[in-house]
């Protein structure tokens, strides 16, 4: 017969198919007479009492034993400490201020690149108003390109370093990281 609970830590004894087989039938025939919860137990098959409240608080409850989850258990290679230099390095990379000036950053280089790429497409680039049938030189189309890429550069740099405060401060303020923050910041 097979064992559910081979080791049973309860005073009880282990739990088999056969026990719960005769625990459920015995169980569903009083349970037309008296009201039967999840305290109650319901007799085996050899007149023990089975207690289901007694499992699910070794399963689910207080008595439940904790299992700690280190990256060695897990298959992961356990972390070192870090060192006061590595702490620093990490708490200057989470200031509001490195966050901002990244975005900053990286906003520039993508609108430099957006608006290079926009003014290639774009097929009035470098044409002389006053003259539209003249063709324009390569000189022109690109100076241009160079000043749509500066133009959409400072732009997107901008919303960057604006989104990436906003965000930084909003999570600062409720100390919690979460989706929250993008729908509060998305209010603003």
């Known amino acids: 017969m097979c ?15 056969g026990n719960m087989a005769a625990a459920t039938e ?52 356990p972390m070192p400490h870090k060192s006061e230099e590595q702490k620093m390095i990490e708490r200057g990379m989470e200031s509001c201020g490195f966050k901002a000036a990244l975005a900053c950053v990286g906003g520039f280089v993508l609108g430099g690149a957006f608006g290079i790429f926009t003014a290639g497409i774009d097929t009035n680039v470098g044409l002389d108003p006053k003259d539209p049938l003249r063709t324009p030189t390569a000189k022109e189309v690109l100076k241009d390109m160079g000043q749509r890429g500066m133009s959409y550069a400072k732009n997107f740099a901008i919303v960057g370093a604006m989104f990436s405060c906003t965000e930084c401060i909003i999570e600062s303020h409720r100390g919690v990281s979460d989706w929250k923050n993008a729908l509060i910041k998305s209010r603003i």
């Open 26 to 77: 015995a169980g569903s025939a009083a349970a037309a007479s008296e009201p039967a919860g999840p305290t109650s137990a319901a007799p085996t098959a050899d007149g023990q009492q089975l207690q289901y409240s007694l499992i699910l608080s070794h399963l689910v409850g207080d008595r439940r034993p904790v299992k700690e989850l280190s990256p060695a258990v897990m298959g992961g290679l």
């Open 3 to 17: 064992s559910l609970l081979s080791s049973a830590p309860f005073p009880q004894r282990a739990l088999s198919l």
